[in-house]
């Protein structure tokens, strides 16, 4: 629904960044054997949109002249990054322990 409102105020790359953002996210949610191949890339995938749709919606509302809500999406952008290198480690280090 944001998407649509980003498009409709003539932000066409915020909108449509939102889009693939969710379309990633529906796709995320299938079961593990429909995607094998493309899981990993998925899940990175998606961890990064939602770190450039968090920054692109704290853009907006600065923009926008709000007082502290785009400052609430900076620290979810910051969160979401944080998770997006701790899921990197993660998987970085079972591959480690799959190749000994």
Known sequence: MGALDFMSNGKIAFGALQIVAGLLNLLSAL???RLPRWRLGLKYGVL???VLVAITVAIDYAQAGT???????AI???ISTVALIIQWRKDGKEVKELEC
Do not use: F, S
């Open 31 to 33: 079961p593990e054997d």
């Open 48 to 50: 990064a949109l939602n």
């Open 67 to 73: 007082q502290y809500i785009q400052y609430a999406w």
């Open 76 to 78: 979810v952008a910051i």
